[in-house]
C-alpha cells in the first residue's frame, strides 16, 4: 500500500522538473497523476539538464577544493575495514557531469553550489566492484555539513535514516561526522 509520505522522497525532483520546465498539462495528463509525473520529471531528469552541461560548456569552469579529497587516506581510516562501500569526492566540473550521465540525475546542475563552496558532491560506490551506487550531497546549515540529498539512480530514493547495523548508514555517519570536525580543525587553524 503506498501512502502519501511514501512519495514524499520524490517530491524535490518533480518540482525540479515543474520549475524548470513550467510543463502546460491538459485535462488527461492531470488525471493521470503524481506517477505520470515522476515519469515526466525523470524523463527530464536524464535529458535536459545534462544535456545543457555538456563537456564544451563546463571545460572553462575549474575544480574546487574538498576537505574529504585532500585528506582521503585519513577519512577512509574511519570506517570498519569490511564496510562494503567507498564514498568519493566529485570535485571537478568532469566528475560531476560523469556522475550525471552515469547515474541519470541533474547532480551537475549544482556545479555553482560546489565552486561558491556552499556545497560538496559525493559518489557512494561498492568497494568491490567500484560500481555507482549513489551520490550524496553535504550543504552546510548552521555553520555545520548537513548531508541533504542521497539519491540513487535516475534519484531513486535511498533510506536516509541510520539504521544501526546497515554498513551503507555507518559509513555516511562517519563521514559526515568526520567532514564536521576536519572543518571545524581547519578552520581554527586558519584563523590563528
Known amino acids: 500500500l503506498r501512502t502519501f509520505y511514501d512519495a514524499i522522497p520524490q517530491f524535490e525532483p518533480v518540482l525540479d522538473w515543474f520549475l524548470a520546465t513550467k510543463p ?5 495528463q ?3 497523476g503524481w506517477t505520470y509525473l515522476e ?4 524523463e527530464w531528469h536524464e535529458r535536459d539538464p545534462i544535456f545543457f552541461f555538456d563537456e564544451d560548456y563546463i571545460s572553462d569552469f575549474p575544480s574546487w577544493n574538498c576537505i574529504a579529497a585532500d585528506h582521503l587516506q585519513e577519512w577512509l581510516a574511519t570506517l570498519p575495514p569490511d564496510n562494503p562501500y567507498i564514498i568519493v569526492p566529485l570535485i571537478t566540473p568532469q566528475q560531476l557531469l560523469e556522475e550525471s550521465k552515469l547515474m541519470r540525475h541533474c547532480v551537475v546542475t549544482y556545479l555553482e553550489n560546489c565552486l561558491s563552496g556552499d556545497t560538496r558532491i559525493f559518489s557512494i560506490r561498492d568497494a568491490g566492484n567500484v560500481e555507482r551506487i549513489g551520490t550524496i550531497e553535504l550543504t552546510i546549515a548552521s555553520g555545520r ?7 540513487g539512480k535516475c534519484n531513486a530514493p535511498l533510506p536516509q535514516a541510520p539504521i544501526s547495523d546497515d554498513p551503507l548508514a555507518i559509513a555516511l555517519d562517519n563521514f559526515v561526522e568526520w567532514y564536521n570536525k576536519k572543518s571545524s580543525v581547519l578552520n581554527l587553524s586558519q584563523q590563528q
Open 145 to 151: 555539513w548537513v548531508m541533504v540529498q542521497l539519491k
Open 24 to 28: 502546460v498539462l491538459d485535462h488527461n
Open 39 to 42: 515519469k515526466l520529471s525523470c
Open 30 to 32: 492531470i488525471k493521470r
